[in-house]
């Protein structure tokens, strides 16, 4: 009986074949990494932010972060749905990434060739889960979903119904990561001038408009339970109001992000210069909007971290992919060379597989890292654990189900962020006076910090000098728990 998942033509290839070998993929090199305590500290984020809004909290009123909300309801749903699971957390991830690269290949298919698409799509699947702290659940892989969904139906059919649900996609990508407003600005503009290029007024100022009203519609919808709740400027000042803050901070410049932009504009520029790319391709130049937009929001972000990178893989493969096919045909004493290097690239899971079993030989558990071991040290010592202060592995409040001693505190890092204060609706005006409130006010009884590292990022002198002082003269170490230091209050 015919396998329908084997290839053995890549033209027999369908959409159904495809998911099920990107889910595969996905899982088997995100497998390993479903047990570990935490990837990015910004993963830990937000699991406490959709922990505290499935215990019935909205964004920003009880605890706080620098991301749109509809990132913080993928999180809540899986918690409501599957309660404190890193494995749901992690296998929906794992889907998100999957479903990402399907769209990507269906994007390059309306392009290129199946072939091309195909190996596109997988690679977008290694570039979206290795290399760094990808093996989590980003905002990034959230917001990319729902974009690369967008713009996948503005390769099909020009009617009205797919404009507006293109828009709606875009919404929620807008509303999982903010930066996301630049490249649907950009291919807007591409759509109307493609529009007016072809004598298409009339349809193309319907669809567009369509278009726009979808995005919007999801940003309205958004504010409609802090209405309800009468708290609509919470809403407003920190979704739109304290990113533009926090981009102007002191350690963000334009500047900075130049080097990146000129290599990836470069290589596309003599991509089709040398015509290995079709610069009269609709299609690629749709990407390239889509490219140039994303390249905008870096720019105005200040900084380009691996995980921005999430947004713009999908988008610059393609056109890789279809350089690469350009290229010479390789001889086949090369392909055993290939086969090798392609089963080499995973190997963070692999050294992440022999982790796992070892942390279970050892410790009797799969879950692994500070963040579960040293909660489980606390618990198994009874510890206080009310009002307890985690400077490193805060992923700890939600293996404890506590909260963090106050809003600021919520990502350790947002403490020194004082430009993001006046939005977060805190009581108090700098990060200083922040963390003193928290170490002589409220007073933790028990505080967790990582060995070897400076509390605060070793920039901040002040900081660090206070509170290494403060720990010296009020607290005691009590446990070592891998990296993880364990501090109690002294009782006077």
Request: aromatic share 16%; charged share 15%; glycine share 6%.
């Amino acid at each position: 009986m015919h396998n329908p998942f084997v290839i053995r033509d890549y033209e027999d290839l369908n959409w159904k074949r495809v998911i099920f070998i990107l889910v595969l993929v996905a899982l088997v090199i995100r497998f390993p990494f479903f047990f570990r305590d935490y990837v990015d500290r910004d993963e830990s984020t937000f699991i406490i932010m959709g922990q505290s809004w499935a215990d019935g909290h909205l964004p920003y009123t009880q605890l706080w972060d620098l991301k749109p909300p509809i990132t913080f309801l993928f999180f809540a749903l899986i918690i409501k749905i599957f309660g404190q699971s890193f494995i749901a957390i992690r296998f929906f991830g794992s889907l998100m990434v999957a479903i990402t690269a399907l769209f990507t290949y269906g994007i390059a298919t309306k392009i290129t060739t199946k072939k091309i698409a195909f190996w596109v799509a997988l690679f977008c699947v290694f570039f979206q889960s290795l290399f760094g702290s990808l093996q989590g659940v980003m905002s990034e892989h959230i917001c990319t979903l729902f974009f690369v969904t967008g713009v996948y139906l503005l390769f099909c059919r020009k009617v009205w119904h797919l404009y507006l649900a293109s828009g709606l996609l875009f919404g929620l990508s807008i509303m999982s990561k903010l930066n996301m407003a630049y490249p649907v600005f950009v291919v807007g503009l591409f759509l109307l001038w493609e529009g007016f290029r072809e004598r298409k007024i009339t349809s193309t100022i319907i669809n567009m408009t369509l278009m726009v009203m979808g995005t919007f519609l999801i940003v309205v919808l958004t504010a409609l339970p802090y209405y309800l709740e009468g708290n609509i400027q919470i809403w407003w000042q920190s979704i739109f109001k304290a990113p533009m803050a926090y981009s102007e901070g002191k350690f963000h410049s334009p500047l900075n992000t130049l080097p990146f932009l000129i290599v990836i504009l470069g290589l596309l520029a003599v991509g089709f210069k040398t015509k290995v790319i079709d610069y009269k391709s609709r299609g690629l130049q749709l990407l390239t909007a889509v490219t140039t937009g994303i390249l905008l929001s870096f720019m105005q972000a200040g900084k380009v971290n691996g995980h921005y990178l999430i947004q713009l893989y999908p988008f610059i493969l393609i056109p890789m992919g279809m350089a690469v096919a350009k290229l010479p045909p390789l001889q086949k004493k090369l392909k055993p060379v290939i086969i090798v290097l392609l089963f080499l690239i995973p190997m963070e899971s692999y050294l992440e597989y022999a982790n796992i079993i070892s942390n279970k030989m050892k410790k009797g558990s799969f879950f692994n890292g500070e963040g579960v071991d040293v909660p489980q040290y606390i618990m198994d010592h009874h510890l206080e654990i009310k009002d307890i202060f985690f400077t490193e592995y805060h992923i700890g409040y939600w293996v404890l189900g506590v909260s963090p001693p106050t809003k600021a505190a919520t990502h350790p890092s947002n403490i020194t962020r004082e430009e993001l204060f006046p939005y977060m609706q805190n009581p108090r005006q700098t990060g200083m006076e922040e963390l003193k409130y928290i170490m002589e006010v409220i007073q933790p009884k028990t505080l967790v910090a990582r060995k070897g590292k400076e509390i605060f990022d070793k920039k901040l002198l002040e900081y660090n000098a206070y509170i290494d002082a403060y720990l010296a003269e009020h607290y005691t170490l009590v446990a070592t728990v891998d990296r993880g230091l364990i501090y109690q209050r002294l009782k006077r």
